[in-house]
């Protein structure tokens, strides 16, 4: 009974840990967040046009990784883990994605991870949509 409590604290708090932002909406829980604003951590979903594919990360586990441009210019690289989840078939230059992962801020213009589902179950489960097929 005491892990099944603490199974519930712990889904409970991760769920409230992470702030849900829609980049082409600007909508988010718990408050109302734009693209521009996006923090660290932030749980983000939306949508861009693939700019450049980049070699897998082949350290540790390993990341397929490449551009996306979204709406106001603003890129960001997508790095989505397939020791997780499937590599996104066919990706090309000027294809459309959809994501739903951890934005991380850096200098070029941030990092979208956590891009599949979590096996352990600590982590809100994200995704990658291509070609009508989703990723996770």
């Given at each position: 009974m005491r892990k099944i409590l603490a199974l519930i604290i712990l889904l409970i708090g991760s769920y409230f840990g992470y702030q849900q932002v829609d980049s082409e909406t600007g909508s988010g829980s718990p408050q109302n967040v734009t693209l521009?604003?996006?923090?660290?951590?932030?749980?983000?979903r939306g949508r861009g046009a693939v700019?450049?594919?980049?070699?897998d990360d082949n350290?540790?586990?390993?990341h397929q990784r490449f551009i996306v441009r979204l709406d106001g210019n603003r890129t960001?690289?997508?790095?989505?883990?397939?020791?997780l989840a499937p590599r996104v078939?066919?990706?090309?230059?000027?294809?459309?994605?959809?994501f739903y992962?951890?934005?991380?801020?850096?200098?070029?213009?941030?990092?979208i991870?956590?891009?599949?589902?979590d096996?352990?179950?600590?982590?809100?489960?994200?995704?990658?949509?291509?070609?009508?097929?989703?990723?996770?």
């Open positions: 521009e604003s996006w923090q660290s951590g932030d749980q983000v700019v450049r594919i980049l070699s350290q540790g586990s390993r960001v690289l997508v790095a989505h883990n397939i020791d078939a066919g990706l090309a230059e000027g294809d459309s994605v959809s992962g951890q934005f991380e801020t850096n200098q070029r213009g941030g990092v991870h956590w891009t599949h589902k096996p352990q179950g600590r982590h809100v489960d994200g995704w990658l949509e291509h070609a009508g097929k989703r990723y996770e």
